[in-house]
């Protein structure tokens, strides 16, 4: 009885053993032959080596910004990182243009706080723009939910298609022979390393304006830069006023000189108070008001006529580089290629128009005098240098995925 009994365990321990050997070679062999006959992902290989993985996105969504920042333009199109990530191969991808030479990036490059040095950029076939490139910095981090110097984009996804269909630009505009977007989104849903994207990011390979809309908005909002000597003394203390401790007296003056609205006299004349800049930049995001009028910057760039249509601005961070240059000239015609001469149009250059912001001309008559005294200018230069990051200009999640 108990030998029988040990036969049958040791015949069952066989069978275990047989059974298990086989289910082992089964589970080695089925994997690898599937992965060598189709993988799903070459084209992106091919195309952006290990820059773009769709089994571990690059991280866009879970990136923090500081507690006292509260504008969010972006509430209604989260940042999802599949869908971010398409939209940074969108943004530096060539195939957007009619001649395959021009992307986004080729106005809104990197190194200049995704602004241009150019005052005027190059589009498709010898096209220039009509105004000068802005910076996307802090996009997201606005009450202004309008876009574009003079506003005319209701949102940042509409804006994002505009320079596609714009003539001058990447010139998908339908007009002289050209193609329209319509065709775009054809040729764009042929190239195989967008089948791949789209399908890993929406199940399927239809390329759509909302599409590219919704993708391009979520990696412009990614672009965030709250590493500025700004940021490390304001996370010290409890408002935008209080003095920096890691500011310097000068820095410390600007500061108040930005944040405090000016006194004036009867004529105009600025007799006390600040520079009143926080009026329409305001701190600590340094967004636009939105109810913002113009500033009396009316040149148009080619100063061939008057452009009194300019209500907006980016946000005042990153103006300059960590060097302390700008990024490009400034303002909506590019006239302006330093801080001292912002300033001096503020103090004494502002002209008067039917869309003028009316802060800037107290009295309803005369435009504003700042009557700027010693050491006031260099101040709020100071300060506004404080306002620069460094990440922004370097992070490669917000460079050219391509290879080449
Ligand atoms: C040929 C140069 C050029 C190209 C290409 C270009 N832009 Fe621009 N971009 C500009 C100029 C110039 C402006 C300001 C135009 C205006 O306000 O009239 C601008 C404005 C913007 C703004 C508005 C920023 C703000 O704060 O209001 C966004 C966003 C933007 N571009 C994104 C893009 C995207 C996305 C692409 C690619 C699909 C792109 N741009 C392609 C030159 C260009
Ligand atoms: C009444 C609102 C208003 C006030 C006050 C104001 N600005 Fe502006 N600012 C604007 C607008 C609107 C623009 C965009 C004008 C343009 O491009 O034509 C602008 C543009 C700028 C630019 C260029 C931004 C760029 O991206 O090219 C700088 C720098 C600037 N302002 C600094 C200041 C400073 C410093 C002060 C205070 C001395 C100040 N502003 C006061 C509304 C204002």
Not at 122 to 134: A, C, E, F, N
Not at 162 to 189: C, W, Y
Not at 291 to 317: F, Y
Not at 341 to 350: D, L
Request: proline letters at 4%; aromatic letters at 8%; hydrophobic letters at 40%.
């Amino acid at each position: 009885m108990k030998k029988m009994y040990l036969l049958l365990l040791s015949l069952i321990t066989i069978v275990v053993v047989l059974v298990s050997c086989s289910k082992r070679d089964s589970v080695v062999v089925a994997p690898s032959t599937s992965v060598t006959l189709t993988d799903p992902y070459a084209a992106i290989k091919a195309n952006f080596g290990t820059e773009i993985n769709p089994l571990s996105w690059t991280n866009y969504a879970g990136q923090t910004h500081p507690a006292y920042i509260v504008k969010d333009n972006g509430i209604n199109n989260p940042i999802i990182n599949a869908k971010a990530t398409l939209g940074r191969v969108l943004f530096y991808d060539k195939s957007l243009s009619v001649t395959n030479t021009v992307a986004c990036a080729n106005c809104h490059k990197q190194e200049f706080a995704f602004s241009d040095s150019a005052q005027a950029s190059q589009g498709v076939l010898g096209g220039t723009t009509d105004r000068h490139s802005m910076r996307l910095i802090n996009t997201r981090f606005a009450e202004e939910v309008h876009f574009f110097w003079d506003e005319r984009a209701a949102t940042l996804e509409a804006q994002t298609t505009q320079p596609i269909v714009a003539h001058n630009e990447m010139g998908f505009s339908g007009v002289s022979g050209r193609d329209n977007l319509t065709t775009l989104l054809a040729k764009l849903q042929g190239i195989d390393y967008y089948k791949e994207l789209f399908t890993a990011v929406y199940g399927d390979v239809n390329v759509t304006e909302p599409r590219l809309q919704e993708c391009l908005a979520q990696f412009i909002r990614s672009i965030q830069s709250f590493d500025s000597r700004f940021d490390s003394g304001r996370a010290q203390v409890n408002n935008d006023r209080t003095n920096f401790p890691n500011f310097t007296t000068e820095e410390n003056t600007g500061k108040s000189l930005f944040m405090t609205p000016p006194v004036f006299d009867a004529n105009s004349i600025r007799i006390a108070g600040g520079l009143g800049c926080n009026a329409c930049h305001r701190a600590p995001e340094f967004d636009i008001d939105p109810n913002s009028r113009n500033n009396g910057v009316i040149a148009s760039i080619s100063g061939a006529n008057v452009d009194i249509s300019v209500t907006r601005a980016p946000s005042l961070r990153d103006v300059v580089n960590a060097s302390g240059n700008p990024n490009g000239p400034m303002m909506h015609s590019g006239v302006i290629k330093n801080l001292g001469t912002v300033i001096a149009h503020y103090a004494a250059g502002i002209v008067n128009n039917a869309n003028l912001d009316a802060k800037l001309k107290p009295n309803g008559r005369n435009v504003q005098q700042l009557n700027l005294q010693a050491g006031e200018s260099a101040a709020i230069i100071a300060f506004m240098k404080t306002l620069t990051g460094k990440n922004v200009y370097t992070d490669k999640k917000w460079a050219s995925p391509f290879k080449q």
